[in-house]
């Protein structure tokens, strides 16, 4: 009955939209679409691909698949509607092969007055730091778990934000089994109490809960239908000092991630920063026990996760330190970072003409302390408690650790340089779900130079280099990139794998590429090979096949 309702809304809304898209071109300036706004972007996403043996690229059927999506909005007064359609012809490779043929996922109908927000349809929201509830879009990494229901937002006084959610959530073309409801609070203390206008400190106050119902099917256990979540959390912040926390808990909740033990789930995330002209320091810490939350209990690998479990760690962007990046890990684990960004003043012997910037960052996460509920029963054993954990006490195994030190300064009016060192220590079992590869030790050095032309040009230079004893060995890189600004680029790369054991191995990874922006329009061609990897966003991964072939990117806006 709920997903026949749904689908009568869905319709509506697509139909709605399509009605005033057709008329709104045809209504004179002075009539009722008056002050109408119009908006929306465009993405494909294409490659040609080669079958190439040596690096493991498959051969495809289809020689050439594409992704494509393109959003329409528009508003009108209090009224916003929009729809996203997209398209697979097949997904590429390295995207869950569900994302297959044509459709229209996400459309929605939002309309908002004194306060109130009503919206019908697909949304994305975000309760607190995510850690019960998150729904999100990351292209890069093939997610999108958009709510497909209704979501209200009432501003009842200044300072006060009420929310709540109910709705299922996007499965591919479709919408997964369970349904997921959500209430949170937010209250900006300083604004609700006339005492507190003024006052220096700043404080807010936040509080979720978050259930997903599931009917039990299993005919094995006896599973909970309903699963509650509750987080809390609170910030606080004057001049140049911010801290924040949140606390998370969660009914037991067996499912496939867990291997479908009975055990509650909880986390806790802290950050504090401090930061003045020419100094920063950032630090997080955070624990996790047993807080996946899907909203199948089946689900495996990006599927339908209700929560996101922020990231302790650096984001890396360079393609050799972004080799070996870390996933958070929903089972256990407790981490921490620390990074400290400073610039050393212009006009001395150490900062230069210029003065130089700084950043020194450490992260670590490790595996979290368990301990047999029973002599006789394993870690984990399913359809049991699973285990005991001591709260503040860090388990022995190290996840991945992450030191690096980059140096940012300009040389001359038309040069700048930058200089990075990152060792990295990287468990490739517990990351990548091997059982038998060695801890991953990597040295990595990066040099990135532009050189800033005439005529609003400019050429930049990049050479990086990977030492391990581990996985494939050492690894150089190069790169050089001429700009023609505002409209063209041109590059080329190379990625050699010259450590690996096996010679045949020794490939090297190339890749030209131009590129033509004018407007909101940017068309992109390149070719080359693509080594298998992982790419993370967040803290949350997706395994990269090889490949090798033609690449073409269009993107537009209006």
């Known amino acids: 009955m709920i997903r026949n309702k749904i689908n009568i809304l869905k319709n509506i809304i697509v139909l709605e939209l399509a009605f005033l898209l057709v008329i709104t071109p045809n209504l004179k300036s002075q009539e009722l679409l008056e002050g109408a706004r119009i908006w929306g972007n465009f993405e494909l996403n294409s490659q040609y691909y080669f079958s190439d043996t040596l690096i493991g690229a498959p051969e495809v059927p289809e020689k050439i ?6 959003n329409i909005n528009l508003s009108y007064k209090d009224l916003t509607i929009g729809m996203r359609y997209e398209s697979y012809q097949n997904a590429l490779l390295g995207y869950d092969r569900r994302y297959k043929g044509n459709g229209i996922p996400y459309r929605f109908a939002s309309f908002t007055r004194d306060n109130f927000e009503v ?39 200044d300072g006060i934000t009420l929310r709540g959610i109910i709705g299922q959530q996007r499965l591919f073309f479709d919408t997964g089994p369970g349904i997921v409801r959500g209430f949170d609070t937010r209250i900006n203390l300083n604004s609700v109490f006339s005492s507190l206008e003024e006052n220096k400190n700043q404080w807010i106050v936040g509080g979720s809960v978050v259930s997903k119902y599931q009917p039990d099917r299993n005919p094995l256990y006896n599973l909970p239908e309903n699963v509650a979540a509750f987080a809390g959390n609170l910030s606080f912040a004057r001049g140049p000092v911010n801290i924040g926390s949140e606390y998370a808990y969660k009914i037991n909740d067996p499912s496939a991630e867990n291997n479908f033990i009975y055990k509650d789930g909880q986390a806790l995330h802290l950050t504090g920063s401090y930061a003045v002209r020419g100094f920063g320091l950032l630090l997080s810490a955070k624990r996790i026990d047993n807080m996946g939350f899907r909203s199948d209990r089946n689900a495996t690998g990006n599927d339908l996760n209700i929560n996101y479990l922020p990231p302790t760690t650096r984001q890396h962007f360079y393609s050799l330190s972004s080799m070996y990046p870390y996933a958070t890990q929903p089972t256990g684990e407790m981490g921490f970072m620390s990074e400290l960004t400073f610039r050393i003043p212009r006009e001395t012997t150490i900062g230069g003409q210029y003065g130089t910037n700084v950043t020194v960052n450490f992260s670590r996460a490790n595996s979290i302390h368990k301990e047999k509920i029973h002599d006789t029963i394993p870690v984990g054993q399913t359809g049991t408690d699973g285990y005991h954990s001591d709260f503040f006490r860090i388990g022995d195994e190290k996840y991945f650790q992450d030191f690096n030190i980059e140096i940012n300064r300009r040389l001359s009016p038309t040069l700048r340089g930058l200089i990075s060192y990152a060792y990295i220590n990287y468990n490739q079992n517990v990351i990548e779900g091997y059982i038998d590869k060695e801890m991953v030790n990597a040295h990595i050095v990066i040099f990135d130079v532009t050189h800033r032309l005439p005529e609003r040009r400019s050429l930049r230079w ?39 054991e096996i010679e045949d191995l020794q490939i090297h990874y190339y890749t030209l590429s131009a590129g033509y922006s004018k407007g909101g329009n940017r068309f992109s061609l390149s070719y080359g090979k693509q080594r298998e990897g992982v790419v993370c966003v967040g803290g949350v991964c997706r395994k990269v096949p090889a490949s090798n072939g033609f690449m073409l990117n269009v993107t537009s806006s209006f």
Do not use: C
């Open 65 to 70: 698949l594409m992704n494509g999506f393109g």
């Open 119 to 157: 919206t019908l349809g697909n949304f994305y929201e975000q309760f607190g730091n995510g850690m019960i509830f998150r729904s999100y879009e990351e292209r890069d990494l093939g997610i999108d778990n958009a709510m497909d229901g209704l979501r209200l937002v009432y501003r009842p006084l």
């Open 462 to 500: 990049e050479l990086q280099h990977l030492y391990t004893k581990q996985d494939n060995q050492n690894w150089a890189m190069a790169m050089i990139e001429y700009t023609i600004s505002p409209n063209w680029f041109f590059a080329i790369s190379d990625q050699y794998n010259y450590g690996n």
